[in-house]
């Protein structure tokens, strides 16, 4: 079910918990929201429609993706970048960002994955992650 976007800073920068197979519904209205706006996003976390679970979701080069308990667990290529955010009014804004990032997180079926991602997903992935961690642009 589409949800309503929060846009609260108080309330977005809360840190997320841990998601389980109960949060298995927060997910899929999760990514219904985002399919909603995805002509002005492309990844979206539980919070920002208003559950602090650990989820994101985001478009991964053309096919949706959905992470429970993301974490990055290396990085490399910092530099410079400009970001906007549904959640957010204003512009877009500076922020530091990694080129390669290696992420570890759990499926659905709360099987673990590792991956690297490089350029664009990893920049979605990082913007997700900061959600999760109470962190905003």
Not at 39 to 65: L, P, Q, S, T, W
Not at 83 to 99: A, I, T
């Amino acid at each position: 079910m589409v949800k309503e976007v929060i846009h609260d800073p108080i309330f977005l920068s809360g840190k997320s918990e841990a998601a389980t197979k109960d949060d298995l519904q927060v997910a899929k209205d999760l990514l219904d929201t985002l399919v909603a706006n995805k002509d002005g996003c492309v990844g979206m976390a539980a919070n920002m429609i208003g559950v602090h679970k650990r989820i994101i979701v985001f478009d991964n080069e053309g096919a949706y993706m959905t992470m429970f308990n993301p974490e990055i667990i290396k990085k490399s290529g910092m530099y410079d970048a400009e970001e906007g955010c549904l959640s957010l009014v204003g512009g877009p804004r500076k922020c530091k960002r990694y080129q390669a990032i290696k992420v570890r997180w759990q499926t659905a079926e709360f099987q673990t994955r590792i991956k690297t991602f490089i350029g664009w997903p990893a920049q979605i992935i990082q913007h997700e992650i900061d959600h999760c961690n109470g962190i905003l642009i």
